[in-house]
């Protein structure tokens, strides 16, 4: 059993033509899945009707956001580069056996490992989030 909770990767999720950074939240559970959320940064709009930092922006999940800089590459590199949101409406199982394929596929490209504080931020906010999909509660119990 590989240890995957807390690696970000580069991944074709939601879908190969719009990739996004994703973050593995939970060990494997009993169906051989890991609960992936993907992060996507806010989009800022002069009209927005909602707003963080005091900017006008689009509307994001504020169950969990992210500043730039919060999380960064093994190599240095941003990857949080704008202001960003954990994207629970996206949220996807992923079998254990896919990462490595998807990997071995360069689909899935292994950025780091987020800290503590950022898994739980995480992990936190998929149990407050209105977005995430009822289905996949079923990770909670493996955080």
């Not at 940064?41 to 800089?69: H, L, M, P, V, W």
């Not at 409406?89 to 987020?114: M, N």
């Not at 950022?118 to 009822?134: D, F, H, M, V, Y």
Request: aromatic share 12%; proline share 4%.
């Amino acid at each position: 059993m590989m240890h995957c909770k807390g690696v970000c990767f580069f991944a074709d999720v939601p879908n190969a033509e719009a990739p996004h950074y994703i973050v593995i939240a939970s060990d494997i559970n009993a169906d051989d899945e890991m609960l992936v959320i993907p992060i996507s940064s806010i989009k800022f709009q002069e009209n927005g009707r909602y707003s963080y930092n005091g900017q006008a922006c689009k509307y994001y999940d504020d169950a969990c956001t992210f500043d730039i800089g919060e999380i960064t590459a093994d190599d240095g590199r941003g990857v949080i580069i704008k202001p960003s949101f954990a994207r629970y409406e996206w949220a996807k199982a992923v079998k254990q056996s896919d990462v490595v394929k998807k990997q071995l596929a360069q689909s899935f490209r292994y950025k780091c490992t987020v800290s503590d504080e950022i898994l739980r931020r995480i992990q936190n906010g998929a149990k407050t989030s209105k977005e995430l999909p009822p289905i996949f509660r079923k990770f909670f119990e493996v955080f």
